[in-house]
């Protein structure tokens, strides 16, 4: 059981835009930032979105974060089938005294 | 171009320890924090450890499921940073993946190197 939730699937068509969210509690996403990480088929993750919403050199602008209170979400917009990966959320958790993960979304682009 | 490489993986029976090494380059390696985090089969990731920099102590934090069995240590001449794992578990087989964390402390987790796979079986 995973310390943050995710949806464990999403799916959308081509084109179109889809929200994963991540939820928590006041020990990590509601007092410390949020990161997001995208893991294609085989592949290592990859830093997606730091500091909530701040978008890594290189990744697209397609991606966005945003944080409310003790939940998150990634939004990708124009979804392309090179999108189809698992997403994770991560946070510092204060009370764990360490990073937790969220269990993990596999985006499926219809 | 920030690379990291993990090695070392491989299977081990159960009760076995194992050392992992992750060789860093194209950064100043000592100013980082270091993480390995790892993945089960079909499972997600898993927070198993970090090191600070000398900077913020060099002290280590662990996850619990791995706290007193797995200790993570630094060569900051080297650029290597390693994964001692003891007393391993079939629960403990994974990809594990080194981690290159920011100045003050293990997130954002913003270099992944590509994982060793160490599988624990009899």
């Known amino acids: 059981q995973s310390v943050l939730t995710q949806p464990p699937s999403v799916s959308e068509a081509p084109r179109q835009r889809v929200t994963i969210s991540c939820s928590g509690s006041s020990s990590n996403i509601g007092n410390n930032a949020v990161n997001w990480y995208q893991q294609l088929p085989g592949k290592a993750p990859k830093l997606l979105i730091y500091?909530?919403?701040l978008l890594p050199s290189g990744v697209s602008d397609r991606f966005s974060g945003s944080k409310s209170g003790t939940s998150a979400s990634l939004a990708i917009s124009g979804l392309q089938s090179e999108d189809e990966a698992d997403y994770y959320c991560a946070a510092w958790d204060d009370r764990l005294n360490g990073p937790v993960f969220g269990g993990g979304t596999k985006l499926t682009v219809l | 171009e920030v690379q990291l490489v993990e090695s070392g993986g491989g299977l081990v029976q159960p009760g076995r320890s194992l050392r992992l090494s992750c060789t860093a380059s194209?950064?100043?390696?000592?100013?980082?924090?270091m993480s390995w985090v790892r993945q089960a089969p079909g499972k997600g990731l898993e927070w198993v450890g970090f090191?600070?920099?000398?900077?913020?102590?060099?002290?280590?934090e662990y996850a619990a499921s791995v706290k007193g069995r797995f200790t993570i240590s630094r060569d900051d001449s080297k650029s290597i940073a390693y994964l001692q794992m003891n007393s391993l578990k079939t629960e403990d087989t994974a990809v594990y993946y080194c981690?290159?964390?920011?100045?003050?402390?293990?997130?954002?987790?913003?270099?992944w190197g590509q994982g060793t796979l160490v599988t624990v079986s009899s």
């Open positions: 194209g950064f100043t390696f000592g100013d980082y924090a």
């Open positions: 500091y909530d919403d």
């Open positions: 981690i290159r964390g920011a100045v003050a402390g293990p997130l954002p987790f913003d270099y």
């Open positions: 090191i600070r920099s000398k900077a913020y102590g060099g002290t280590t």
